[in-house]
């Protein structure tokens, strides 16, 4: 972890840090609003896979 703090009461609240807990939802809602797109090459290896190994029937 690195710290950057002007102030005393800064530091004290990034060394408090770890002690904090998110709910599933909070870590979600996180996820949601900082994945990066995926870049190329990723992307594309990604969607020829879908192709050769297909999700089998919900019904199968």
Do not use: C, H
């Not at 002007?6 to 408090?16: I, M, R, S």
């Amino acid at each position: 972890m690195i710290i950057g703090a002007k102030t005393p009461e800064q530091l004290a609240e990034n060394l408090a840090s770890p002690d904090v807990t998110l709910t599933e939802d909070e870590v979600a809602r996180l996820k949601a609003v900082s994945d990066l797109p995926a870049e190329y090459p990723g992307w594309m290896l990604e969607r020829q896979a879908a192709f050769r190994f297909p999700e089998p029937p919900a019904d199968a």
